[in-house]
């Protein structure tokens, strides 16, 4: 019991993050309004930019910004690891692009059928 | 549709969950990630290019590629908007509200009626319109020049705390977003025009893309900044750090630029003519 | 100037789009010929490379001057070398056909549309030629987001397809980015030739086979491999047809190559198909692909979407060859992504010029077309013929190889697969061409009355670019063995029988 709840308290950044990916994956393919499905692609690529970070975190560590020529030699373990933090600058501009072009989607199908709903939507269609 | 997405969902999540007992504890310094490739990052960062902040260090140099290329996804951006979005011929102005500012009179013009010349008098306003609007005026006034100059901080200070040209950039779209909206959008685009923003997003990657071909012209591979040393008149660990702050600039133009455009072609649905 | 290509190739198209948006705002009759001349300047930069590396082996390149691990690499070796070449190549001659149609339907945004397709074209090239899991994932993520913008464009229901579009093409990336984060926990590296030299210790551990799931798993949803395809043919059929003809041929193929490499380069071939213990499924969820995209391709009444469905079942050829996983499978595999790709291009910007002269691509309005279109219809003909299988086109070669390969590895159900594909594509191909030489029928009194369609031909500057990619399946095929021995046997690994 207790070997249980310390593995559950341990990891509990990777329970964050799966709970999160399956609550985006299930609003992107279950929910019917567009901009609901946008907001669950959000909220999913959130999580996995989230599991990224959690990798660096390192136990008693600074963040990455040494203290200038005179300061302290530099120990690796003293600083937590930036290479994440990198990636996910380019993950966090990718997600913010795709919804960007997703939102203009959604306006062009809402200029053109009056609704954001997909069954509304699809009515329409067949209707035509 | 639901009890498919939910399935596949919680079959996803068990699998996540399960393989998730191997991995290493948050936090632990022993991990594989935190042990192979960035110990050399975390103890040359200074050394290599004379940048206190490992961060931008990585980002603009070591894996500077990457980010060239996260910047034109951001341009990708803002011109798919522009693309999809923008009617650029328009028909006849639909009607039209005016507002008569000696008698505070509220005035439509419907389609194919004639429009008051530009006047002291007439005062166009949007459809939505919100009348007590001097508070938000004033503040929006007096908030825009420090947010832009903040933004001018976090863009200079990269090499120095966390910061750095997406950071800068994003903030300096805000306050012109924030301009637009205190005013109205013809206001912003009348001062900050649609072809300036394009311009100025090319402009921006290009200063990036251009640093590395200078480089590789200089004679050595894409990106190295070493290459500038010559060219800049300093040693090569402090053309790097040079090399880094140009690139940064370079970013922050074009994320600037296309955080305003995409707010110019989304709020308005391509017509730049009504916004929020 | 030469050692520096494989970075040229994507840097250069990268710059020209930049260059070409800016260049839209102030002379839009300038953008067509610098999209154009890039694209000749890459075309001529890749086989430059090609025949480098089938002289003097593969080449790498470090960017930034930093190492490996370190630093961000490119690699250009056998594998690749041939995908960049036809990928510049589609990319070229598409950009030909399409000056007429982007002047009739979007004038004021030539600037923005020629800018898309060139950096749609420098997204695929630099996943085609990076040697780092991350910056594959950023250059995918150009491709993609400049596709979605020239899918959506059109009108009618191009708008909601692209948004379908955009959904799954986002849960494919971004399970590919989660793969790599797993390798990255495990590893602490993103070069693939570290990533390659690191897993062999670490493949009883539970987190690479999910790695290796989730990053194929996210390929799989954007080559469209059954039943993952749902958006491919709505958005192809619904797009413009320019950007349909640029995009079917080469995305699809693109992820192929990625499952390639990822399967023979970054996870050894023993793990790929035997220790991971996918290999059979895979072979039989290909076979069904190859089965259900044939008899669905019969069921549509539009010609695009007809050649959207062949699409998805030759996304199943290349998979079950892959799979199979002995050299004269991979082999057709591999050959295949090259020849499919122009014969994808040619089928597809036939169907371009038809829609661009008729307007419309239902099966009843296409009647006569043989009179109205002849040079057309030829090339039509031609890729049909090389889809179905002809000697001596090029489809006939790479199937060769596959079916050698499904009977090598005793899969005969992949075999008959084939075979039955062969027939169902025939059997659509012969049904346009019987439509297309019938005129409209007399009236009832027995007099035609119209005259008979005059000949209607669209446009030169479309016509040579269709006639070169027809041409190019002829060459291709007298070509294909000593592609098949002088180029793919160096690119597949030894330990593959």
Same mark, same amino acid.
């Given at each position: 019991?207790?070997?249980?709840?310390?593995?559950?308290?341990?990891?509990?950044?990777?329970?964050?993050?799966?709970?999160?990916?399956?609550?985006?994956?299930?609003?992107?393919?279950?929910?019917?309004?567009?901009?609901?499905?946008?907001?669950?692609?959000?909220?999913?690529?959130?999580?996995?930019?989230?599991?990224?970070?959690?990798?660096?975190?390192?136990?008693?560590?600074?963040?990455?910004?040494?203290?200038?020529?005179?300061?302290?030699?530099?120990?690796?373990?003293?600083?937590?690891?930036?290479?994440?933090?990198?990636?996910?600058?380019?993950?966090?501009?990718?997600?913010?692009?795709?919804?960007?072009?997703?939102?203009?989607?959604?306006?062009? /199908?809402?200029?053109?059928?009056?609704?954001?709903?997909?069954?509304?939507?699809?009515?329409?269609?067949?209707?035509? | 549709?639901?009890?498919?997405?939910?399935?596949?969902?919680?079959?996803?999540?068990?699998?996540?969950?399960?393989?998730?007992?191997?991995?290493?504890?948050?936090?632990?310094?022993?991990?594989?990630?935190?042990?192979?490739?960035?110990?050399?990052?975390?103890?040359?960062?200074?050394?290599?290019?004379?940048?206190?902040?490992?961060?931008?260090?990585?980002?603009?140099?070591?894996?500077?590629?990457?980010?060239?290329?996260?910047?034109?996804?951001?341009?990708?951006?803002?011109?798919?908007?522009?693309?999809?979005?923008?009617?650029?011929?328009?028909?006849?102005?639909?009607?039209?509200?005016?507002?008569?500012?000696?008698?505070?009179?509220?005035?439509?013009?419907?389609?194919?009626?004639?429009?008051?010349?530009?006047?002291?008098?007439?005062?166009?306003?949007?459809?939505?319109?919100?009348?007590?609007?001097?508070?938000?005026?004033?503040?929006?006034?007096?908030?825009?020049?420090?947010?832009?100059?903040?933004?001018?901080?976090?863009?200079?200070?990269?090499?120095?705390?966390?910061?750095?040209?997406?950071?800068?950039?994003?903030?300096?779209?805000?306050?012109?977003?924030?301009?637009?909206?205190?005013?109205?959008?013809?206001?912003?685009?009348?001062?900050?025009?649609?072809?300036?923003?394009?311009?100025?997003?090319?402009?921006?990657?290009?200063?990036?893309?251009?640093?590395?071909?200078?480089?590789?012209?200089?004679?050595?591979?894409?990106?190295?900044?070493?290459?500038?040393?010559?060219?800049?008149?300093?040693?090569?660990?402090?053309?790097?750090?040079?090399?880094?702050?140009?690139?940064?600039?370079?970013?922050?133009?074009?994320?600037?630029?296309?955080? /305003?455009?995409?707010?110019?072609?989304?709020?308005?649905?391509?017509?730049?003519?009504?916004?929020? | 100037?030469?050692?520096?290509?494989?970075?040229?190739?994507?840097?250069?198209?990268?710059?020209?789009?930049?260059?070409?948006?800016?260049?839209?705002?102030?002379?839009?009759?300038?953008?067509?010929?610098?999209?154009?001349?890039?694209?000749?300047?890459?075309?001529?930069?890749?086989?430059?490379?090609?025949?480098?590396?089938?002289?003097?082996?593969?080449?790498?390149?470090?960017?930034?001057?930093?190492?490996?691990?370190?630093?961000?690499?490119?690699?250009?070796?056998?594998?690749?070398?041939?995908?960049?070449?036809?990928?510049?190549?589609?990319?070229?001659?598409?950009?030909?056909?399409?000056?007429?149609?982007?002047?009739?339907?979007?004038?004021?945004?030539?600037?923005?549309?020629?800018?898309?397709?060139?950096?749609?074209?420098?997204?695929?090239?630099?996943?085609? /030629?990076?040697?780092?899991?991350?910056?594959?994932?950023?250059?995918?993520?150009?491709?993609?987001?400049?596709?979605?913008?020239?899918?959506?464009?059109?009108?009618?229901?191009?708008?909601?397809?692209?948004?379908?579009?955009?959904?799954?093409?986002?849960?494919?990336?971004?399970?590919?980015?989660?793969?790599?984060?797993?390798?990255?926990?495990?590893?602490?590296?993103?070069?693939?030739?570290?990533?390659?030299?690191?897993?062999?210790?670490?493949?009883?551990?539970?987190?690479?086979?999910?790695?290796?799931?989730?990053?194929?798993?996210?390929?799989?949803?954007?080559?469209?491999?059954?039943?993952?395809?749902?958006?491919?043919?709505?958005?192809?059929?619904?797009?413009?047809?320019?950007?349909?003809?640029?995009?079917?041929?080469?995305?699809?193929?693109?992820?192929?190559?990625?499952?390639?490499?990822?399967?023979?380069?970054?996870?050894?071939?023993?793990?790929?198909?035997?220790?991971?213990?996918?290999?059979?499924?895979?072979?039989?969820?290909?076979?069904?692909?190859?089965?259900?995209?044939?008899?669905?391709?019969?069921?549509?009444?539009?010609?695009?979407?007809?050649?959207?469905?062949?699409?998805?079942?030759?996304?199943?050829?290349?998979?079950?060859?892959?799979?199979?996983?002995?050299?004269?499978?991979?082999?057709?595999?591999?050959?295949?992504?090259?020849?499919?790709?122009?014969?994808?291009?040619?089928?597809?910007?036939?169907?371009?010029?038809?829609?661009?002269?008729?307007?419309?691509?239902?099966?009843?309005?296409?009647?006569?077309?043989?009179?109205?279109?002849?040079?057309?219809?030829?090339?039509?003909?031609?890729?049909?013929?090389?889809?179905?299988?002809?000697?001596?086109?090029?489809?006939?070669?790479?199937?060769?190889?596959?079916?050698?390969?499904?009977?090598?590895?005793?899969?005969?159900?992949?075999?008959?697969?084939?075979?039955?594909?062969?027939?169902?594509?025939? /059997?659509?191909?012969?049904?346009?061409?019987?439509?297309?030489?019938?005129?409209?029928?007399?009236?009832?009194?027995?007099?035609?009355?119209?005259?008979?369609?005059?000949?209607?031909?669209?446009?030169?500057?479309?016509?040579?670019?269709?006639?070169?990619?027809?041409?190019?399946?002829?060459?291709?095929?007298?070509?294909?063995?000593?592609?098949?021995?002088?180029?793919?046997?160096?690119?597949?690994?030894?330990?593959?029988?």
């Amino acid at each position: 019991m207790d070997a249980l709840l310390s593995f559950v308290i341990a990891k509990y950044n990777y329970w964050v993050v799966v709970l999160l990916i399956m609550i985006g994956l299930y609003a992107m393919i279950a929910k019917n309004n567009l901009v609901k499905k946008i907001i669950g692609m959000n909220i999913f690529q959130t999580a996995i930019i989230l599991f990224y970070i959690s990798i660096g975190a390192k136990k008693g560590a600074t963040i990455p910004i040494t203290f200038g020529e005179h300061g302290p030699p530099v120990a690796a373990a003293d600083f937590i690891n930036p290479l994440p933090h990198v990636l996910m600058l380019t993950a966090i501009v990718v997600s913010v692009a795709t919804l960007g072009v997703a939102l203009a989607l959604a306006l062009k /199908v809402f200029r053109q059928y009056g609704t954001l709903e997909e069954d509304d939507i699809h009515s329409q269609i067949r209707k035509e | 549709m639901k009890s498919i997405a939910l399935t596949v969902v919680l079959i996803l999540g068990c699998l996540l969950v399960y393989v998730a007992q191997e991995f290493p504890g948050f936090g632990d310094p022993g991990a594989p990630a935190n042990v192979h490739v960035s110990p050399f990052y975390i103890e040359n960062a200074m050394r290599d290019t004379a940048v206190p902040n490992m961060v931008t260090a990585i980002l603009a140099d070591y894996r500077g590629f990457d980010t060239l290329f996260e910047t034109s996804v951001i341009f990708t951006a803002g011109l798919a908007c522009f693309f999809l979005l923008r009617v650029i011929r328009r028909r006849a102005p639909e009607s039209r509200l005016y507002r008569h500012i000696p008698t505070d009179l509220t005035i439509r013009i419907e389609k194919g009626g004639r429009l008051p010349a530009s006047s002291a008098e007439f005062q166009r306003i949007d459809s939505v319109w919100v009348p007590y609007d001097l508070i938000i005026h004033m503040t929006g006034r007096l908030i825009v020049p420090f947010i832009q100059l903040f933004a001018l901080y976090v863009i200079a200070h990269g090499h120095y705390s966390p910061g750095g040209g997406f950071q800068g950039g994003v903030i300096l779209g805000a306050a012109v977003i924030l301009f637009a909206l205190c005013n109205n959008l013809r206001m912003t685009v009348r001062r900050f025009s649609e072809r300036t923003n394009a311009l100025l997003c090319s402009l921006g990657v290009i200063i990036y893309a251009g640093t590395g071909v200078m480089c590789m012209l200089l004679g050595s591979n894409f990106l190295d900044y070493g290459a500038l040393a010559g060219l800049l008149g300093v040693d090569r660990i402090m053309a790097r750090s040079h090399g880094i702050m140009m690139v940064e600039i370079g970013v922050a133009i074009a994320v600037n630029a296309v955080m /305003v455009w995409i707010y110019y072609n989304l709020s308005s649905v391509g017509r730049q003519d009504e916004g929020l | 100037m030469t050692e520096h290509f494989p970075a040229l190739i994507v840097v250069g198209p990268l710059l020209a789009g930049l260059l070409i948006a800016a260049a839209g705002w102030f002379n839009r009759k300038a953008c067509f010929p610098m999209a154009g001349l890039t694209l000749l300047w890459v075309l001529w930069m890749c086989i430059g490379l090609t025949l480098r590396v089938v002289t003097s082996g593969s080449i790498d390149y470090h960017l930034g001057g930093w190492a490996p691990p370190w630093g961000i690499a490119y690699r250009v070796d056998f594998l690749n070398g041939i995908v960049l070449v036809v990928v510049a190549l589609v990319a070229f001659l598409n950009l030909l056909a399409s000056w007429n149609s982007v002047e009739r339907e979007m004038a004021d945004k030539a600037g923005a549309f020629y800018s898309l397709y060139v950096l749609f074209t420098t997204g695929l090239l630099g996943m085609v /030629v990076t040697a780092d899991a991350f910056n594959l994932y950023v250059l995918l993520e150009i491709a993609s987001l400049t596709a979605y913008a020239l899918l959506g464009m059109g009108d009618g229901r191009s708008a909601l397809s692209g948004l379908h579009y955009v959904f799954m093409g986002t849960i494919g990336a971004s399970f590919y980015l989660l793969g790599v984060g797993y390798i990255y926990l495990v590893t602490g590296t993103l070069n693939m030739a570290d990533i390659a030299a690191r897993l062999p210790a670490l493949y009883s551990n539970g987190t690479v086979l999910l790695a290796f799931i989730l990053c194929m798993t996210g390929l799989f949803i954007k080559m469209a491999l059954l039943p993952l395809h749902m958006w491919l043919p709505n958005a192809y059929a619904n797009a413009p047809s320019l950007s349909a003809s640029l995009i079917a041929p080469l995305t699809t193929k693109v992820m192929l190559y990625v499952m390639i490499r990822i399967g023979l380069n970054l996870f050894s071939p023993s793990f790929t198909f035997e220790i991971s213990g996918l290999a059979p499924a895979m072979v039989w969820v290909a076979v069904i692909a190859i089965v259900a995209g044939s008899v669905m391709a019969l069921f549509q009444k539009r010609l695009k979407r007809m050649l959207a469905y062949i699409v998805v079942a030759e996304v199943g050829y290349m998979v079950g060859g892959f799979w199979l996983g002995n050299r004269a499978a991979v082999t057709g595999a591999i050959l295949h992504i090259v020849n499919d790709a122009m014969m994808t291009l040619c089928v597809f910007l036939a169907a371009a010029l038809i829609v661009h002269r008729l307007r419309t691509d239902n099966f009843s309005d296409l009647k006569g077309l043989f009179r109205k279109m002849p040079f057309t219809m030829a090339a039509f003909v031609v890729g049909g013929l090389s889809i179905i299988g002809v000697p001596p086109l090029c489809g006939f070669f790479s199937k060769w190889y596959l079916i050698s390969g499904g009977i090598i590895a005793g899969h005969y159900g992949f075999v008959a697969a084939l075979l039955l594909s062969s027939l169902i594509n025939a /059997v659509l191909f012969f049904r346009i061409i019987e439509i297309g030489y019938f005129e409209p029928l007399p009236g009832s009194d027995g007099h035609h009355h119209e005259p008979p369609a005059k000949m209607d031909e669209a446009p030169l500057g479309m016509l040579v670019p269709l006639w070169a990619a027809a041409g190019l399946l002829l060459v291709l095929g007298v070509y294909s063995g000593d592609i098949a021995t002088r180029i793919i046997q160096f690119a597949i690994p030894e330990a593959i029988l």
